[in-house]
């Protein structure tokens, strides 16, 4: 039994991540057929159920932050996890991402309080690549940048178009678990704009995960 994760509905091989308890909810009603609350445990909540296609498929929310996130996904591979797809949020570096996009992480970058890493982190190859054929041209390839704080614009780091706080630590950890993984952002913040409105965000958050969803699988 893992550590953190109480699982209470079987786990499936392929998994939707995202940060926040309540966007795991509507994606979990919006992609599956009667879900089941798989976690409640620590506020972190994890539904499985099956996609109109039949195929099992897991959302579990990490909460905020990559060392969160990093032992999510560790609980997950102990309970049969493979492959992976993170959903989350960003912020626009300077003017290099538009508010409302949507980036399909080509590479990231940790840049937290102590280092500043220079080494490219690559998403899985075959899963991003069938995200971007899901996605089609509603997302473009991106470099992004991990923090450990919340970007500050003014603060901007060199690397990535955005900035987020999960990805490069979760991208690393599925390396080291032989999880498959990849990540789709949407930008909800830029310099000199009000934050994206929670209606464009779930329907970009939607459109990923049905990208995502399919992606898992169907296309591996």
Known sequence: M???LRPTAPIAAAALLVGDPGRALMLAQELLEAPKMSNHARGLWGYTGATPAGEPLTIQ????GGPSAAVVLADLAELGVRRAVRIGT??????AARLGELLLVDEAHAWDGQSRASRAIRPEP????ALERRLGGRARRAAI?????LHRPGEDPPQGVAADMQTATLLVRAGELAIAAAAVLVVTEAAGSEPL???ELTEK??????AASGALTRDL
């Open 145 to 149: 940048v991990s923090l450990d704080t």
């Open 197 to 199: 409105g929670d209606e």
């Open 61 to 64: 929310a990490t909460g905020m």
């Open 2 to 4: 893992p550590a953190r």
């Open 126 to 129: 075959a899963l991003t690549g």
């Open 205 to 210: 958050a939607k459109l990923a995960g049905e």
């Open 90 to 95: 960003a912020a626009a570096v300077g003017t």
